[in-house]
C-alpha cells in the first residue's frame, strides 16, 4: 500500500495517519474537543482537561488505534495493525519509544484515557478484548492439552472458535487447526495469538494476540472507527498519574502530553489534588500537603479519601463501579480522569491498589490474565516504574491544534 493509499483508506475512517521524519506511519483516532458537563450533567461545564496541554486548548486529540509495535528492534514505536504489541519494557523505556517518533507524539496519558472512560460512560459501552490467553473469557472455553473432551464441545485455539467431531483426549498430535476429522472450524472469537509466545506446549493460545487482530467487538464501543484493543492484551502505561505512599499525583491538565514533559520519579512537576471544602473544585498542591486525596481501604472497601492510608503492603482491589469517596464534595477532576465512578455507572473493569510505601505508576485496561478483571476501566497501582513483562504495552498519542 503506497502512501496516499494509506492516506485515502484512514480518512473513509476517520483516522488521521502522522509520519515520522523517515516517513514511516502511524494510525490515530482523532476526537474532538468536548466539554465534562457533555458526558454527565454532574460535571462541570469547561474544556475536558485531555484537550488542554500547556494553557492551550486544542481542538482535537490523537489517541494511537492500536498498541505500541516496532519496525524495528529497539527502534521508536507505531500504531499499526497485526503487529506484535512490544511488551518486556518498563514505564519509562516505554515513553521513550512512543516519544521517539517524533513531532507531538508521546504516551497515551490518565487524561485521554479519563476521557474514554467517560465516553464509555455516556454510551453505555461494554468492553471486549483478549483478557483470556487470546480471547475473551467470555467467548468459551480455550483448548488445553490432556482433557478429554466430548463430541459437540467447543475449544477456542489461536482466535476461533472449533467443535469437537469425536471425543478423545487432546494432544500436540491433534491440535484443532491439523486434525479435520476431529475437530471443525468455526467462528472468529479471538485475535491472531503473537507467534513467538506459543512456543510452550503448554499453552498453545499464547498471551498477547496481533494489533486489530481479535473480533469487532474488540474495537472500542464494536466500531471499526475507533480504538482496538483497549480492553486485555496488555496493561498499558498511563502517563501523568502516579501514587505515592497511597497519595494521587497528577501534572496539571494534560500537560503530561507534551513530549518535553519531565515524568521522572524525581519531578517536580507532580501536584497533588487537594478537595474544596464547600464545592467539587479542587487546587493542585506540593505533594505531601495534608488533606490530600488518597487511595485507602476502608470497612473492606477500596476508598477515595482526604488521609493516609494504613501501609499494610496489601494488594487490594475492587470493581471500578464500587469504589467509594468519602470527601463531603468529591472533586470533579476525579471523575474526569476516570479514576472515580460516576453514579450508576457500568463502565467495565477493576481497580488495584497496593498500599505500601513508594511510588506506583499506572496502567489501564487489563492483561491477558485477567479474566472479568478486565475493562476500559482497569486501573493498577501494584507495581513501580521498572517492572516489565509481557502483560505491559503502550499506546502513543498526539496534538491535533488548531
Same mark, same amino acid.
Given at each position: 500500500?503506497?502512501?496516499?493509499?494509506?492516506?485515502?483508506? $484512514?480518512?473513509?475512517?476517520?483516522?488521521?495517519?502522522?509520519?515520522?521524519?523517515?516517513? *514511516?506511519?502511524?494510525?490515530? =483516532?482523532? %476526537?474532538?474537543?468536548?466539554? *465534562?458537563?457533555?458526558?454527565?450533567?454532574?460535571?462541570?461545564? %469547561?474544556? !475536558?482537561?485531555?484537550?488542554?496541554?500547556?494553557?492551550?486548548?486544542?481542538?482535537?486529540?490523537?489517541?494511537?488505534?492500536?498498541?505500541?509495535?516496532?519496525?524495528?528492534? #529497539?527502534?521508536?514505536?507505531?500504531?499499526?495493525?497485526?503487529?506484535?504489541?512490544?511488551?518486556?519494557?518498563?514505564?519509562?523505556?516505554?515513553?521513550?519509544?512512543?516519544?521517539?517518533?517524533?513531532?507531538?507524539?508521546?504516551?497515551?496519558?490518565?487524561?485521554?484515557?479519563?476521557?474514554?472512560?467517560?465516553?464509555? %460512560?455516556?454510551?453505555?459501552?461494554?468492553?471486549?478484548?483478549?483478557?483470556?490467553?487470546?480471547?475473551?473469557?467470555?467467548?468459551?472455553? /480455550?483448548?488445553?492439552?490432556?482433557?478429554?473432551? *466430548?463430541?459437540?464441545?467447543?475449544?477456542?485455539?489461536? #482466535?476461533?472458535?472449533?467443535?469437537?467431531?469425536?471425543?478423545?483426549?487432546?494432544? @500436540?498430535?491433534?491440535?484443532? $487447526?491439523?486434525?479435520?476429522?476431529?475437530?471443525?472450524?468455526?467462528? %472468529? =472469537?479471538?485475535?491472531?495469538? =503473537?507467534?513467538?509466545?506459543?512456543?510452550?506446549?503448554?499453552?498453545?493460545?499464547?498471551?498477547?494476540?496481533?494489533?486489530? *487482530?481479535?473480533?469487532?467487538?474488540?474495537?472500542?464501543?464494536?466500531?471499526?472507527?475507533?480504538?482496538?484493543?483497549? !480492553?486485555?492484551?496488555?496493561?498499558?502505561?498511563?502517563?501523568?498519574?502516579?501514587?505515592?505512599?497511597?497519595?494521587?499525583?497528577?501534572?496539571? +491538565?494534560?500537560?503530561?502530553?507534551?513530549?518535553?514533559?519531565?515524568?521522572?520519579?524525581?519531578?517536580?512537576?507532580?501536584?497533588?489534588?487537594?478537595?474544596?471544602?464547600?464545592?467539587?473544585? !479542587?487546587?493542585?498542591?506540593?505533594? /505531601?500537603?495534608?488533606?490530600?486525596?488518597?487511595?485507602?481501604?476502608?470497612?473492606?472497601?477500596?476508598?477515595?479519601?482526604?488521609?493516609?492510608?494504613?501501609?499494610?503492603?496489601?494488594?487490594?482491589?475492587?470493581?471500578?463501579? +464500587?469504589?467509594?469517596?468519602?470527601?463531603?464534595?468529591?472533586?470533579?477532576?476525579?471523575? @474526569?480522569?476516570?479514576? $472515580?465512578?460516576?453514579?450508576?455507572?457500568?463502565?467495565?473493569?477493576?481497580?488495584? =491498589?497496593?498500599?505500601?510505601?513508594?511510588?506506583?505508576?499506572?496502567?489501564?485496561?487489563?492483561?491477558?490474565?485477567?479474566?472479568?478483571?478486565?475493562?476500559?476501566?482497569?486501573?493498577?497501582?501494584? !507495581?513501580?516504574?521498572?517492572?516489565?513483562?509481557?502483560?505491559?504495552?503502550?499506546?502513543?498519542?498526539?496534538?491535533?491544534?488548531?
Amino acid at each position: 500500500m503506497d502512501n496516499s493509499s494509506l492516506e485515502k483508506f $484512514c480518512d473513509t475512517l476517520g483516522n488521521v495517519v502522522l509520519r515520522d521524519a523517515e516517513g *514511516s506511519a502511524s494510525i490515530f =483516532v482523532r %476526537h474532538p474537543k468536548q466539554n *465534562s458537563i457533555e458526558f454527565d450533567a454532574s460535571l462541570p461545564d %469547561h474544556v !475536558h482537561p485531555a484537550f488542554i496541554v500547556n494553557g492551550v486548548t486544542d481542538p482535537a486529540l490523537l489517541i494511537g488505534k492500536y498498541m505500541g509495535s516496532e519496525l524495528k528492534s #529497539g527502534g521508536a514505536h507505531y500504531s499499526l495493525p497485526n503487529m506484535p504489541p512490544k511488551g518486556g519494557m518498563n514505564y519509562d523505556a516505554f515513553l521513550e519509544k512512543m516519544r521517539a517518533f517524533g513531532g507531538d507524539v508521546s504516551g497515551l496519558t490518565i487524561a485521554d484515557h479519563g476521557l474514554l472512560v467517560l465516553i464509555a %460512560h455516556k454510551m453505555g459501552i461494554l468492553t471486549y478484548g483478549n483478557d483470556n490467553y487470546g480471547a475473551d473469557y467470555r467467548a468459551g472455553t /480455550g483448548f488445553t492439552l490432556n482433557k478429554a473432551v *466430548s463430541q459437540g464441545e467447543k475449544r477456542i485455539f489461536r #482466535g476461533w472458535e472449533y467443535t469437537c467431531l469425536k471425543a478423545h483426549t487432546t494432544s @500436540e498430535e491433534l491440535l484443532p $487447526c491439523d486434525a479435520p476429522d476431529y475437530w471443525e472450524k468455526g467462528k %472468529h =472469537v479471538g485475535g491472531t495469538p =503473537v507467534k513467538s509466545q506459543y512456543v510452550s506446549a503448554s499453552n498453545f493460545n499464547g498471551y498477547n494476540t496481533l494489533t486489530g *487482530s481479535g473480533p469487532l467487538e474488540w474495537f472500542f464501543n464494536s466500531d471499526p472507527c475507533l480504538e482496538a484493543d483497549l !480492553h486485555g492484551n496488555a496493561a498499558e502505561q498511563v502517563y501523568g498519574l502516579r501514587l505515592v505512599d497511597g497519595e494521587i499525583q497528577i501534572l496539571p +491538565d494534560n500537560n503530561a502530553a507534551d513530549p518535553a514533559a519531565d515524568l521522572s520519579a524525581s519531578s517536580t512537576l507532580w501536584k497533588a489534588i487537594l478537595p474544596h471544602a464547600n464545592d467539587s473544585g !479542587h487546587d493542585l498542591v506540593d505533594p /505531601g500537603t495534608s488533606g490530600t486525596v488518597h487511595f485507602t481501604w476502608q470497612n473492606g472497601k477500596l476508598t477515595l479519601d482526604t488521609v493516609a492510608p494504613a501501609f499494610e503492603s496489601q494488594n487490594r482491589n475492587a470493581p471500578f463501579k +464500587d469504589i467509594v469517596s468519602k470527601m463531603a464534595h468529591t472533586p470533579a477532576i476525579l471523575y @474526569e480522569l476516570g479514576l $472515580c465512578p460516576l453514579p450508576g455507572t457500568n463502565v467495565d473493569g477493576t481497580v488495584y =491498589v497496593k498500599l505500601s510505601q513508594g511510588e506506583f505508576v499506572a496502567r489501564r485496561g487489563g492483561s491477558h490474565t485477567v479474566s472479568q478483571h478486565a475493562g476500559i476501566a482497569s486501573l493498577y497501582f501494584y !507495581h513501580q516504574r521498572g517492572s516489565a513483562g509481557a502483560y505491559y504495552g503502550g499506546r502513543s498519542r498526539s496534538r491535533q491544534k488548531a
